[in-house]
């Protein structure tokens, strides 16, 4: 959490926050980067310091990276409080888990699977005196993949408790958030800049180019890039496992140091890579959508979509990683001529027009149409 963060509440906050501590269910709905951790960390802190035990909040999300990274945030401005908090993910050992949640933290963050699995195989805690439950990336926890565990953590939970939803992007959720929560909802969505789903300060850019040389136009890219900007962060995105391993392995090669992050590395490679990120000490960070949501990391200042999402709601989210609260950043996707369709989608949903950027250097010229 940066330093500089809580000098002015940002619109979700300022609209979210007061109706949270009236007692109010509350639906939010802002652009990626607009704070909405914070928009239902500090309520419940707040509500906490009224009458503290354990366990108070269970915040549920979809990601194991988000959750340690709310986790993060909760500690950070609850440590004048002696806030007591646990993470419970999956690729951690469920005994250590379970004895956590035995101590009775006041804070438990997790991912639905996980805490299913452990209310499946344990008693020693109980989710029945929490005040909140916090949905966090609210869409895609109600999209239908998650169906099963969280039914399986309402069934614990008491009837009596403010529920939260926040996302970027959860209008195709409402009517199951309606379902959920009770009479007293309050919904605030940001304005949307007449349709613009993407923050002004983001300059959005692509580079055609043929499919069977994307290697070599994204080095080109990068190297574009650096000769401008030679310190800031890069988060480079593709669409499976093998394709971001493959392409860590080609960047470092070409002298690009970078870490990779996606669903096949265990959990204590995704610590190590995330750290070595986030401390500047790795400049780019090459990622399939698991990294695509909620990330916080301030350095982030070129985003690049190696393959494009099919779907413009991912494209939405993995922009989202940079020019974020009121920073300059800059996105770049390689697009191919199948990709044009795509293309066309994408702008369509955020209400922007892509411009093209100017790749340097005379080996591109070689694949020029």
Partial sequence: M????????????????PQILTGKDCIGCAKTGSGKTLAFALPVLQKLCEDPYGIFALVLTPARELAFQIADQFAAIGKAINLKKCVIVGGMDMVAQGLELSKQP?????????????????????????????????????????????????????????????????????????????????????????????????????????KDVLDSYLIEVIRTFRATDKNGSIMIFTDTCKHCQLLSMT?????????????????????????????????????????????????????????IPNVPKEYIHRVGRTAR????????????????????????????????YKVDGEYMSYFAF
């Fill in 2 to 17: 940066r330093k500089d963060s809580l000098k002015k509440p940002t619109p979700i906050q300022q609209n979210c926050i």
């Fill in 325 to 356: 609260a009121g920073k300059n950043g800059m996105a770049i996707s390689l697009i191919t001529p199948h990709d044009i369709k795509l293309l066309h989608a994408i702008e369509d949903a955020i209400g922007t027009k892509l411009t093209e």
């Fill in 106 to 210: 006041h804070i438990v963050v997790a991912t639905p699977g996980r805490l299913a699995d452990h209310l499946d195989s344990c008693d020693t805690f109980s989710l029945q005196k929490i005040k909140f439950l916090v949905l966090d990336e609210a869409d895609r926890l109600l999209s239908g993949h998650f169906d099963e565990q969280l039914k399986k953590i309402f069934a614990a939970l008491p009837k009596q408790k403010q529920v939260l939803f926040f996302s970027a992007t959860m209008t195709d959720a409402l009517d199951k958030v309606q379902q959920i929560a009770s009479d007293k909802v309050f919904t605030w969505q940001e304005e949307d800049d007449a349709g613009i789903a993407t923050v002004k300060e983001l300059d959005q850019r692509y580079v055609l180019c043929p």
């Fill in 251 to 307: 960047l470092n090669d070409v002298g690009f140091t970078n870490v990779a992050l996606h669903a096949m590395i265990k959990q204590k490679g995704t610590f190590a890579a995330l750290n070595k990120f986030k401390s500047n000490h790795v400049q780019i960070l090459i990622a399939t959508n698991v990294a695509a949501r909620g990330l916080d990391i301030p350095t982030v200042e070129l985003v690049i979509n190696h393959t």
